[in-house]
């Protein structure tokens, strides 16, 4: 049989003039992937170095950047670990802590001026409800000192009604006559008479004060002081004790001045502003007193007599004119 020579064998792989495709893919129109590039310049990093690669590099100039400059020859401020040193978190510590100590000290100025003003607002609140009550108590022994003096008058002329008036003046005046005597004779006497006065004044302005504070309260008390003196007043009246009766009642007299003292009934709107100055005049009666009374240290001299003297005076004065007055006091017969 004859051979059919229109057959070839394939060529061998790689054989020039072959005529088979090759083996791997058709790269005709695939385009070769691009070669990384590489610095000219900058050896590669040798390990052991800053870093490998740019973020060696990076850390590398930040750390340059942010050194301190050490060019005078001193150590760098910061800790082991690069941070803050100890010295500057000691300031830190110590810089917070200030800051917390002046917040906490505002906090307790602004807690205490919200106390008072809640105590303020409270005080007049219930003091307005009080007040009708003590005003009505008030005008009550005013309207009785004026219908007692009208009763006694039917049993007192006013030769005897003037005698009254004079008993307490004459044992004031005794009084005031030895205080003149021992300020004139005591070596520095100028000096302890203004301490002793600067010291009743700032009593009396602490007294004020404290009285502001609790203002129905006080002015109550007052009334019932006032009342006390009436019902003294009325049982003398009835047992006919017509002198002490009147002394008690008389304008000037016991009830008159206590219906007169301090706290009066202010207002509410008022109260406010009242307190606050008591409490004002109380600081600067209580300064003048302790500077006087400094002073005047060197200044004591001792009159015992004549203090034993004015002590007793003081403490017999009304004994005194109660036991005068019994005496100036009509005969039952007379009365009758």
């Known amino acids: 049989m004859a051979q059919d020579d229109s057959k070839e064998p394939p060529a061998p792989q790689g054989e020039p003039g072959g005529s088979a495709p090759p083996a791997g893919p058709d790269t005709h129109h695939m385009a070769a992937p691009a070669s990384p590039e590489m610095p000219h310049s900058e050896p590669r990093p040798k390990p052991g170095e800053a870093g490998e690669g740019t973020s060696g590099a990076s850390a590398s100039a930040s750390a340059s950047a942010t050194a301190p400059d050490q060019g005078s020859g001193g150590a760098a401020a910061t800790g082991p670990d690069g941070g803050p040193s100890e010295s500057e978190l000691r300031d830190e510590i110590e810089r917070a802590k200030r800051t917390i100590q002046l917040a906490t000290e505002r906090l307790a100025k602004l807690d205490a001026e ?109 009334l019932a002081a006032a009342d006390a003196l009436r019902s003294e007043a009325k049982k003398a009246s009835d047992a006919g004790q017509y002198a002490l009766a009147y002394w008690l009642i008389m304008d000037g007299g016991p009830i008159d001045r206590k219906l007169k003292e301090d706290p009066s009934i202010l207002p509410p709107g008022d109260l406010k502003a009242a307190a606050d100055k008591a409490a004002a005049d109380q600081i600067e009666a209580e300064l003048k007193a302790t500077r006087l009374q400094e002073e005047a240290k060197q200044a004591e001299a001792s009159l015992q007599a004549d203090r034993a003297a004015l002590a007793k005076l003081a403490a017999g004065l009304e004994p005194r004119v109660r036991a005068e007055l019994a005496e100036l006091n009509p005969k039952p017969a007379e009365a009758a």
């Open 114 to 222: 919200h106390k008072a003003q809640q105590a303020a607002a409270k005080m007049i609140s219930d003091y307005a409800a009080d007040r009708p009550a003590l005003l009505a108590r008030e005008e009550d022994l005013r309207k009785y000192r004026a219908a007692e003096a009208s009763f006694l008058a039917q049993f007192l002329d006013q030769e005897t009604i003037q005698r009254i008036k004079q008993v307490e003046d004459k044992a004031l005046k005794e009084i005031n006559d030895l205080t003149a005597k021992v300020a004139a004779a005591d070596v520095g006497g100028a000096s302890k008479r203004d301490v002793e006065t600067a010291k009743a004044e700032a009593a009396a302005a602490k007294r004020a004060a404290e009285a502001l504070k609790r203002p129905a309260a006080a002015i109550r008390d007052r």
